[in-house]
């Protein structure tokens, strides 16, 4: 394995460790720069060429450097990069209209992140009872290993203790309960219940699909109790699972929806889908980002749009899915002393491996091989390539975990 030669800064003044040093601790990336990408690729700074089954946590849904998204960011970067919502962005106002009409939705508000997305839905939820009257219905239920971001709300909606963990109380008003588990959200959610967070495909806590009978039962409990339904798809969304967003793999409709990652194929954007009558009480006032939605982020994110939201790209998708689902049970087969299972939606994947030291080892020898992936909770290595994945890259994808696997075997 050749090791790339440690960079210094942008203008080499400064050595590399001092520099290194002035980050904080929250990330522990191994010593590789990455400098240049290219569709399914990426290059380090000695030109070693790696395949992205990573896409920066799906966020590279279009690959890296789509021609048509660079000209589009190229083209308003020589325009107008940024105004402020204190003025109109048309390509907004356009792109709000297609997100509303491809969720059956109406309101939209743009956001940075992914964090922030499910920020204005737990806050939406709560101001809307309110709004009708209902203050005291205040309380958020989410799932067991559910992941939705880093703001105060967002760790405590999950409950996650790793993340919540010398930052929240102990009650913010979130009730949990397993995932995928009806009859225990039945048990929890009361008349003070405020509304339902739920990942139609977990993706941190391990890549857990929701069956349609649990997202139907969910619209069912609340449509019963008066609370609303919140999907968080700012990973499972835009086009990853070949559904534009994945709870349309269910015949259900949410109130509000969280997206980011893949909107904006790799610049930071996301946004907050609601109903109109659930979007109706966030009034002038309630709600803000200086940056959201800013014509920079818009003009890419609808280019990014336009081009998921066709159904030959869709169906691409799906069809892309099944061919790496089919490869990928190949090598479980091959290797079922260390791997249990393929799971997962669309191009969001799942290859759980029978033990936490088999994950972790697994991650850094397929990056041996030339291969990104990432982890996820229960033992899970996570693929999330890019969506314009093809056979060839399939296959290439096998061959170098296979190359993992038959290595990592050898040390059992
Ligand atoms: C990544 C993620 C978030 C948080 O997004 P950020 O952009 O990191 O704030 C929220 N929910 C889900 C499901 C995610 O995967």
């Known amino acids: 394995m050749s090791q790339s030669a440690p960079v210094t800064n942008t203008d080499n003044t400064i050595p590399y460790a001092e520099a290194r040093d002035a980050m904080m601790s929250t990330y522990a990336p191994p010593e590789t720069v990455f400098v240049r990408g ?4 990426v290059y380090t700074q000695d030109g070693d060429k790696y395949l992205d089954f990573f896409a920066g946590i799906a966020v590279n849904c279009l690959g890296h450097c789509h021609p048509d998204l660079v000209s589009t960011l190229q083209a308003q970067a020589g325009q107008l990069w940024h105004m402020s919502n204190a003025y109109r962005v048309p390509q907004g106002e356009t792109l709000a209209h297609k997100l509303a ?16 997305s499910v920020e204005c839905g737990l ?3 709560r101001r809307y009872h309110f709004d009708h009257g209902h203050p005291e219905k205040n309380r958020i239920i989410g799932a067991s290993s559910a992941f939705h971001g ?9 409950g996650n203790p790793v993340h919540t963990k010398g930052f929240a109380r102990e ?7 397993p995932f995928n588990d009806l009859a ?17 495909v977990q993706g941190e806590g391990g890549i857990h699909v929701a069956s349609k009978e649990y997202l139907e039962g969910l619209r069912a409990l609340c449509d019963k109790h008066g609370a609303l339904l919140m999907f968080d798809e700012v990973q499972c969304g835009i086009g990853r699972t070949g559904k534009v967003f994945g709870f349309q793999h269910a015949s259900v409709q949410p109130d509000i929806i969280a997206l980011a990652k893949g909107l904006g194929g790799g610049f930071p954007v996301g946004a907050c889908v609601a109903s109109n009558e659930v979007g109706a009480s966030m009034v002038v006032g309630t709600h803000g980002s200086t940056y959201g939605g800013n014509p920079l982020a818009m003009a890419v994110a609808s280019k990014v749009m336009e081009i998921v939201a066709q159904p030959e790209f869709l169906n691409q998708v799906s069809e892309t899915a099944d061919k790496l689902h ?12 260390i791997l249990s299972e393929v799971r997962g939606a669309g191009l969001m994947v799942g290859l759980r491996c029978k033990s936490a030291d088999a994950n972790g080892a697994l991650l850094g020898l397929a990056r041996d091989n030339k291969i990104l992936l990432t982890k996820a909770g229960d033992n899970v290595l996570r693929l999330l390539p890019p969506l314009i994945i093809d056979e060839s890259h399939i296959a290439e994808a096998v061959e170098k975990l296979d190359q993992a696997l038959a290595s990592y075997a050898a040390t059992l």
């Open 184 to 200: 225990a959200i039945e048990a929890l959610i009361s008349d003070k219940t405020a509304g339902i967070i739920v990942e139609p």
């Open 326 to 337: 089919t490869a990928l049970n190949g090598l479980v087969e091959k290797y079922p002393t």
């Open 171 to 177: 009650d913010e008003g979130y009730d949990h309960a």
């Open 123 to 125: 806050k939406m939820m």
């Open 150 to 158: 880093r703001t105060f709300a967002a760790i405590c909606a999950a």
């Open 38 to 41: 290219e569709g399914a690729y």
């Open 101 to 116: 009409e491809l969720s059956g939705l109406g309101k939209v508000f743009f956001t940075n992140s992914g964090t922030e």
